[in-house]
């Protein structure tokens, strides 16, 4: 049995002060009270992130071999144990060696993050492209889609596609968290699309208009849909703090998640989309952004510090509402009988150690 101390431990439903985290091997046996001196410091649940399309100057698309270590390492390195390789608009032939790779990246040995699984955020995108190649994007392909891989895990299209509510119908039977974004789509192509059993909206605000009082769309959706999940980017480049809060005061807490959208921005690549990096965030010649350096440390202090959201409402974003939507049910919460994915942060927020499976991998 091992025991973790810390002033504040941020439980699903409240936050204990001081507590400890009685571990079994690779499970939360017992939370509870702590009795003497305990570390300053915050015990959270891993962080899960649903969108990582490389870091640093790995790109996922391009990754192999000892590549997948050394994003491993980059990942515990900011608390994420639970992530999904994130593949963005490419011919729909170009996906099967990147998919190949990535699943076989997730069944390797070790004590490492957890590849939940692909992201393919395209190609079936909405009339809101962004950076993905506009010739790329493509209509709705059905048979394609019940020939993919049980290696993908969420899939991002545009509900304004003419078949995006039977691909969307069909992914959610294979148990296919369904995302919708990169869209232009009417709020009722979006309400029928979530009929067929989308669940999430990606990166809200980025790649849709704006709301609109009496056209409002994808993100009048996103808002006001309680079945719809949001993601956001909360480098405070992609979205203003207030707008961050706003989201997080129309959805509640358990219907946000913090993502990263990371790209290789060191490599100036995303798939095979050239890119450079401002200083701020990742761009296209043109200056439209093209996914973030943001880290998910860094993501939770500023949806705590700069929009003002409580740490236990940014945790549950970070780590249990993605999971949940991933139907991992194992993870995102200190609470006995989950998985031992821990992180311990310091009195600034920032990572201080790091459990995978009840192992101690960052200290």
């Known amino acids: 049995m091992t025991t973790i101390s810390a002033a504040r431990v941020v439980c699903p439903d409240t936050v204990l002060e001081p507590a400890v985290v009685e571990l079994d091997g690779d499970r939360i046996a017992a939370v509870g009270p702590a009795r003497g001196p305990v570390p300053e410091r915050t015990l959270v649940p891993g962080f899960v992130d649903l969108q990582v399309n490389g870091i640093d100057d790995i790109d996922?698309?391009?990754?192999?071999?000892?590549?997948?270590?050394?994003?491993?390492?980059?990942?515990?390195?900011?608390?994420?144990t639970t992530w999904c390789p994130t593949l963005v608009t490419a011919p729909l032939d170009a996906y099967d060696e990147p998919l190949a790779r990535i699943a076989t990246a997730a069944v390797r040995d070790g004590t490492r993050p957890t590849i939940a699984g692909a992201h393919l955020?395209?190609?079936?995108?909405?009339?809101?492209?962004?950076?993905?190649?506009?010739?790329?994007?493509?209509?709705?392909?059905?048979?394609?889609?019940?020939g993919l891989p049980d290696v993908v895990r969420v899939l991002t299209l545009g509900p304004?596609?003419?078949?995006?509510?039977?691909?969307?119908?069909?992914?959610?039977?294979?148990?296919?968290?369904?995302?919708?974004?990169?869209?232009?789509?009417?709020?009722?192509?979006?309400?029928?699309?979530?009929d067929a059993g989308a669940r999430l909206v990606t990166h809200c605000f980025n790649g849709m208009p704006p709301l609109h009082h009496r056209a409002p769309g994808l993100v009048g959706a996103?808002?006001?849909?309680?079945?719809?999940?949001?993601?956001?980017?909360?480098d405070l480049v992609h979205v203003h703090p207030a707008a961050l809060a706003i989201v997080v005061r129309a959805k509640g807490p358990h219907r946000v998640v913090l993502v990263t959208d990371s790209v290789a921005w060191r490599a100036e690549t995303v798939g095979g989309i050239e890119i450079r990096f401002d200083g701020t965030a990742p761009?296209?010649?043109?200056?439209?952004?093209?996914?973030?350096s943001l880290t998910m440390d860094r993501a939770l202090r500023n949806l705590v510090r700069a929009a003002g959201v409580p740490l236990p409402d940014a945790v549950r974003a970070a780590s249990t509402t993605p999971?949940?939507?991933?139907?991992?049910?194992?993870?995102?919460?200190?609470?006995p009988g989950a998985r031992a994915d821990l992180v311990a942060l310091d009195a600034d927020l920032e990572v201080e150690r790091v459990w995978v499976g009840g192992q101690l991998v960052r200290d």
């Open 60 to 80: 996922v698309a391009h990754a192999a071999g000892r590549d997948w270590d050394r994003l491993d390492g980059l990942l515990l390195d900011t608390g994420v």
């Open 121 to 146: 955020e395209g190609p079936f995108l909405g009339a809101m492209h962004g950076a993905h190649p506009h010739d790329l994007v493509a209509p709705v392909d059905l048979g394609w889609i019940a």
């Open 160 to 194: 304004e596609q003419p078949d995006a509510a039977q691909a969307a119908s069909a992914l959610a039977r294979r148990d296919v968290l369904v995302a919708m974004g990169h869209s232009a789509a009417t709020f009722e192509e979006a309400v029928a699309v979530a």
């Open 222 to 234: 996103a808002l006001s849909d309680d079945r719809l999940a949001v993601s956001l980017i909360a």
């Open 283 to 292: 761009r296209l010649p043109d200056g439209t952004l093209a996914g973030s």
């Open 323 to 335: 999971a949940a939507l991933l139907g991992l049910d194992d993870r995102g919460a200190i609470t």
